[in-house]
């Protein structure tokens, strides 16, 4: 979209006639999810407070939630995202569980493997019948499940990548992000790039996959017409692959002085010492999925990590700035109890706490019911399915007008 486009009369029109018929859109959509939430609330309140019978995954005393992790491969530094979570989880249980439900957390490892992770969730849906998936890892991974769990009309809940696709409830209603998506944050570094070093020469190194190339598309849209000009080199990794060695190599014969690291841990941390061993100094970007100092500044040599830029959307807990933060400390004791063996110099150990404390997975208990909205929020407390069809259903609403407001306005621009 042409930012420098002037907003005439006529455009302002075309925008408010826009707006209006999303929103008369939206709100037609809406009305349909509250009679469907009507009628559900009615037999729910007809049958299943009488039979006391829920769906697959939960009970009068359980909550069964299912997730995949590579604990072991190539990616095996983000498989404490699960044992953090798993510890969260223990804590939600020793304090009494989610209105008296207990919550069975099944963490399967998938060893960043797209078939094996099929294969997992495949048996965590039909075997386990879990109510939800939570939080499984990987672009190309969930990128192999996400039919499967829509067609299956599974809960695909806070999917651990930021890549674009998961903004998708038009055609995949099922499934919802969490993180900030990729290629907004090249947009970021991008835009950076144009105002305090315009004649750069930029190499890439990204992954050969939806993730790789997700921050690929962001860099080239945020840097705009000057991308050909200024990007000298790009060279992609496979995850199988043992070093980046060679393809480090090859970006700094380009001439380059800028290097963007579009890289998972493993990958990152090889990239960054060799680029300090072969004696190449460029302005560096690491993506913020990589700057864990405990998974990938530490390995790749403290000394060898110092001026990279990155931009990143949790508080690192080896950041001073943060050593009094209230929420920190909170997150301090929590690790001390609950996850011992974690690292606190790891901000994945961080992601994994808010991914569980950000999107209230852990809910207080129902509060007296005094009007219809009050009564929605009590309703949704007899059956612990209603909790995630509602936020669901609020977010795959907003998220469809969101998209659609976006797609409008890029033909017109």
Partial sequence: MNENRALTPSVISDGNKTLRAIGEEYISTLCRLLTILSIFFSLQSGVALAEKKYGPGATDTEIKIGQTMPYSGPNSAYGTFGRAEAAYFKMINDQGGINGRKINFLTLDDAFS??????????????????LLFQTLGTATNSAIHKYVNAKKVPHLFVSTGATKWGDPEHFPWTMGWQPNYQTEAHIYAKYLLQNKRDARIAVLYANDDFGK??????????????????VKEASYEFADPTVDSQIVT???????????????????????????VGWKPLTFLTNVSSSVAAV???????????????????????????????????????????PDGNTADILNVYGY???????????????????????????????????????AIGALFGFASNKLSRVLAKKA
């Fill in 297 to 339: 500044l530490e390995p790749a040599g403290l000394e060898k990590s110092v001026g990279l830029i990155t931009a990143l959307y949790l508080k690192d807990p080896t950041d001073p700035q943060w050593e009094k933060d209230a929420a920190m400390k909170t997150w301090r004791e929590w690790m001390k109890k609950y996850y």
């Fill in 251 to 277: 970006l700094q014969s380009s001439g380059a002085d800028t290097l963007f690291i579009f890289a998972a841990p493993k990958a990152a941390a090889q990239a960054i010492r060799k680029v300090s061993d």
């Fill in 114 to 131: 797209p078939p094996r992770t099929v294969e997992q969730v495949r048996k965590l849906v039909e075997q386990e019948q879990v109510l």
């Fill in 354 to 392: 808010a991914a569980i404390v950000g999107y209230s997975l852990h809910q207080p208990s129902a509060p007296p019911s005094t009007g219809p909205l009050q009564n929605l929020t009590a309703a949704s407390f007899a059956n612990p399915l209603i909790l995630l069809i509602v936020s669901l």
């Fill in 214 to 231: 997700d921050y690929l598309k962001g860099l080239h849209d945020g840097l705009g017409q000057q991308a050909n000009s200024l990007i």
